[in-house]
């Protein structure tokens, strides 16, 4: 994946990410909630040693004084200064291993001042505690020493801070959002990871080891009922215009007289492909003739609203003549010969030489476009491959597998078949996920604006732009 890749796929997914970190955050806020409230409070005091000792021999850093400040410090967490403490103050009510674990102290290295940090549930309780350990110690030591020469005075008395140290909610909400954030980017990653269906442009070249002759996308217009006659979508045009176009460019030298267009799998829209490039190339004014190759579920002649009893099955078993069974659409130059009677055999008729025959005398003065089968039930995309000058394989984005997509090129290779590429349908079209798909479609306001019409809401209104 490269980094525009990663980017689109970030664009794409904006609006899961930012529900992820939202989510997140508001976990972590919730969490801080449920945790108790911690409160410290600091106090300072200084050690002396022997009677005329004064702050001054402490800031300056008296030797002896230095040395009996680093002994004492580790009697701040001690069981006896806890028991001290305790004893002074009852309405604490903390036992020993409570004051022991609520207390810390460090010293200053260049002075004999120690500094001791509290904390506690409350904030009376953690200036309670700072205040009365430095007095604590003073007594255990001179206990100890069995003089009162060695003193710890306090220096600045512990203050009341109101504001919590913890939890830190800012903190929790930021790590909340953080692995919210992450949570769903591994899921988008495992699950792009793990998706077995046609989402991009390289799914469907890596599958097929072909090109992309086109993307069309997701259309009214463009369903397995109707066919594109009307001009009010825009973008479907265009992108069928464009399928025309690299059809026309696979091979400048020997170009395309005949095709099939097939797919791996029923469903994908190859019956809607192969009408829409028909019509696009009749639209050029040169002849194209479509047969309804799909001898076992036709549906060419209803795309068109002409009658498909007699046609293709017919021809081939010489009981009609081909002039009477092709129709012409409208006032075009488009010609329509239906599948006709659906026969017992449609794989035999379909390889038969009369079939390739047909296909060739119609090369000369048409371009012969055939819907087959899809390729990985049936046969009959397989023995059409090679009566034709190439094949159009269609994927539709969401409900082809890739695997299947490969192996219905696979098969079509292995009889020499002549892959001109790949049609990917039904692409996003609107929304974040068009770009990311690669599919180059922007929103139908900027493209139709782009062409002198402006799309009114969902209703499909145009109206005309104003210069």
């Not at 989402?199 to 997701?218: E, F, Q, S």
């Not at 899809?374 to 023995?383: Q, R």
């Amino acid at each position: 994946m490269t980094i525009l890749d990663f980017l689109r796929m970030l664009r794409v997914n904006a609006k899961i990410l930012i529900a992820g970190l939202l989510v997140g955050a508001l976990l972590g806020f919730g969490y801080s909630l449920l945790q108790p409230r911690v409160y410290t409070s600091a106090s300072t005091g200084y050690v002396t040693v022997g009677d005329g000792a004064g702050i001054g021999d402490v800031i300056s850093g008296s030797t002896a004084a230095k040395e009996k400040a680093a002994a004492y410090i580790p009697l701040i967490k001690s069981g006896a200064v806890a028991r001290e403490i305790i004893a002074n103050n009852p309405e604490m009510g903390l036992t020993e291993g409570e004051v022991r674990s609520n207390l810390n102290a460090t010293l200053d290295n260049s002075s004999a001042l120690i500094y001791v940090t509290a904390t506690s549930s409350t904030p009376e309780a953690a200036q309670a505690l700072a205040n009365s350990s430095l007095t604590a110690v003073a007594k255990v030591v001179n206990d100890l020493e069995g003089s009162s020469t060695v003193r710890v005075i306090p220096l600045e008395d512990a203050s009341l801070n109101p504001s919590p140290v913890s939890p830190n909610t800012q903190r929790l909400v930021l790590i909340g959002a953080g692995i919210g954030l992450g949570a769903v980017l591994a899921a988008i990653f495992l699950r792009r990871v793990i998706d077995t269906k046609l989402r991009t442009r390289d799914d469907a070249t890596k599958a097929t080891n072909a090109g992309i002759l086109g993307v069309l996308p997701i259309s009214e217009e463009l369903t397995e009922e109707k066919i594109l006659l009307t001009n009010s979508d825009h973008i479907s045009q265009e992108a069928i215009r464009q399928i025309r176009t690299n059809l026309r460019f696979v091979n400048i030298d020997d170009p395309v007289r005949s095709m099939i267009v097939t797919s791996a799998e029923p469903g994908e829209g190859k019956s809607t492909v192969s009408t829409s490039i028909a019509r696009a190339l009749a639209d050029t004014g040169e002849p194209v003739i479509i047969i309804d190759g799909d001898l076992r579920r036709p549906t060419i002649a209803k795309k068109f609203k002409i009658d498909s009893k007699v046609g293709l099955t017919q021809v081939l078993a010489g009981q009609v003549e081909l002039a009477n069974a092709v129709r012409q659409f409208e006032d075009t130059q488009l010609f329509i010969l239906p599948a006709g009677r659906i026969p017992p055999n449609p794989s035999e008729l379909l390889g038969s030489e009369k079939m390739r025959q047909l296909v060739k005398e119609l090369s000369h003065e048409f371009i012969v476009i055939v819907d087959v089968p899809p390729v990985l039930p049936v046969t009959d995309a397989t023995l059409m491959s090679t009566a034709v000058d190439g094949v159009v394989l269609v994927g539709s984005v969401g409900k082809t597998r890739k695997e299947n997509l490969a192996e219905a090129a696979n098969s079509l290779r292995k009889v020499k078949a002549n892959v001109l590429g790949v049609v990917i349908n039904r692409a996003p079209r609107t929304g974040l996920g068009n770009t990311y798909y690669g599919f180059a479609y922007t929103s139908n306001t900027a493209y139709s604006s782009y062409y002198g019409q402006v799309e009114d809401g969902k209703k499909g209104k145009k109206k005309a732009k104003k210069k």
